[in-house]
């Protein structure tokens, strides 16, 4: 009974030591929340986004592959120190890394957005029955093409993203005068980009005094009817829209319009049709990188397009849209270090659009 009893006043004893040892312990203050995924890109936070760019400019920036382009002169003296990288998610989220105010000329990044711009106006059979949507497996300014298409093939079998077939879309752009067709496409363009752009005349000009081989292309696209206007004035706005300047963080966001169906994200702005972006994504699928297309969208699977003037778009539809700049070119005229930069950004973000997760 005593036992029972002192046992009983030692239990009392030791919760009464515990409860007051219990109470001079600070309370554990409550975890931070985890950083919340970013909606577009379900199972990454923007920091993991930044991360990822980081990362790509850290590791390419110092390598010495590729050359400027040199066949228009003042491509040769842009600064091929230049590296800028950005991406903007389908929910209007910027992220940028490296050189993001520096602008290039657009080059045959523009072809993207005046065949839009003639799908939007005159339907994508347009583009399919005057030009053609294959690939050529030739350069971007290859005359044989045209001449294959049009002695084996027998007609419109080439695409919208090399000269002959760009050179074509340029004279479908609906307008009355030279003035108005050109408003039109550097219109659309800054709709894409969310601000006004404008012309680096420098290259406008030094490429208008060398661009022979592209006079000679609008030329015979027009003796083989494929251009049905004056042949001169679709190659001289085609020239002027090549040199339409723009940053990376203007191309990531045209990029971003694609990839949020057509609705600029940042500006919110429709600015092409939903139902004509799988036709515009598909082109550049199948010819984007021109002859390197195939090996591109094999290693990423994301539609995109290249330009000399060293920028290089990607868009990984729902989800984000990708630009980097950096002059120095491959011999198949694509920028080496954006090649290199969007295929580590897109894989490390999950990017690639035909790889479904298995259930
Ligand atoms: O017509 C040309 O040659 C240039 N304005 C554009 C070529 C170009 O960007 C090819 N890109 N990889």
Redesign the pocket.
């Given at each position: 009974m005593i036992r029972h009893t002192l046992g009983a006043l030692c239990g009392l004893a030791l919760a009464a030591s515990l409860a007051s040892a219990q109470a001079a312990k600070p309370a554990k203050p409550p975890k931070p929340p985890a950083p919340a995924a970013v909606a577009a890109l379900a199972g990454y936070t923007e920091a993991d986004i930044q991360a990822a760019l980081q990362a790509a400019y850290d590791k390419y920036k110092d390598i010495q592959e590729g050359k400027n382009a040199d066949?228009?002169p003042a491509l040769a003296k842009v600064d091929p120190k230049i590296y800028g990288i950005a991406l903007v998610t389908t929910d209007g989220k910027v992220y940028t890394a490296g050189d993001v105010k520096a602008e290039v000329s657009i080059?045959?990044i523009s072809k993207v957005f005046t065949m839009a711009k003639v799908i939007e106006e005159s339907g994508a059979e347009a583009i399919e029955k005057r030009i053609g949507v294959d690939a050529t497996g030739m350069r971007?300014?290859s005359i044989v093409a045209v001449e294959f298409a049009e002695k084996a093939l027998g007609g419109p079998e080439i695409n919208p993203l090399v000269?002959p077939g760009a050179i074509t879309a340029t004279s479908m752009v609906k307008g009355a005068s030279r003035d108005e067709v050109w408003k039109s496409i550097l219109g659309y363009h800054s709709e894409f980009a969310g601000r006004p752009l404008g012309v680096d005349q420098e290259v406008f000009k030094s490429?208008a005094a060398t661009?022979q081989r592209?006079q000679a292309i609008g030329q015979l696209m027009y003796a083989y009817e494929f251009i049905k206007s004056d042949p001169a004035q679709a190659t001289d706005v085609?020239?002027e829209q090549?040199a339409i300047a723009v940053n990376a963080k203007d191309l990531a966001t045209m990029a971003g319009t694609l990839a949020n169906g057509g609705k600029n994200p940042v500006t919110g702005k429709q600015v092409l049709a939903n139902a004509n972006v799988p036709k515009v994504l598909a082109v550049m699928a199948t010819a984007g990188l021109?002859d390197d297309s195939g090996k591109w969208f094999f290693r990423t699977g994301l539609p995109a397009k290249?330009?000399?003037?060293g920028g290089i778009i990607a868009v990984s539809p729902g989800k984000f849209g990708i630009a980097v700049i950096s002059p120095p070119l491959d011999d198949a005229?694509?920028s080496v270090r954006a090649q290199k930069a969007i295929a580590d950004v897109s894989n490390a973000l999950g990017g690639n659009p035909l790889a479904p997760k298995a259930r």
């Open positions: 066949y228009i080059q045959s971007f300014n000269n490429e661009n592209n085609y020239t090549c021109y290249s330009g000399v003037g005229g694509n």
